[in-house]
């Protein structure tokens, strides 16, 4: 079983950083892609951020000039990098692994931007 742990979230000053990290654990035989997706009150989840077992990067164009998706394979974790956060930004982030046909998702990590 799979399991995925989110942190890095908080209160962030518009204009500023934070990094949100997904560690995963359990049995896992073929991961397909981890991703990091959010959902602002009122709206609908959406894509942030995907990188492939090969390694390909897939970023949402609203944060695509502020933000890097990484992986650490030794650690089993992968990290959403967000820079010049802006209000709008605000939002429950979720990590996503995917294996195979299966997606596990992560409870979610809550990103205030606010003054």
């Known amino acids: 079983q799979v399991q995925l742990v989110e942190s890095g979230g908080g209160l962030v000053q518009p204009g500023g950083s934070l990094r949100l990290s997904c560690a995963f654990s359990?049995?896992?035989?073929?991961?397909?892609?981890m991703g990091w997706y959010r959902q602002a009150p009122g709206k609908q989840r959406e894509l942030v951020a995907v990188?492939?077992?090969?390694?390909?990067?897939t970023v949402a164009d609203s944060v695509k000039s502020r933000s890097t998706i990484t992986r650490d394979n030794a650690k089993n974790t992968v990290y959403l990098q967000m820079n010049s956060l802006e209000p709008e930004d605000t939002a429950v982030y979720y990590c996503?692994?995917?294996?195979?046909?299966?997606?596990?998702w992560g409870r979610g990590t809550l990103v205030t931007v606010s003054s």
């Open positions: 996503k692994v995917v294996i195979g046909v299966a997606e596990i």
């Open positions: 359990g049995t896992i035989l073929s991961i397909n892609s």
């Open positions: 990188i492939t077992r090969l390694g390909i990067t």
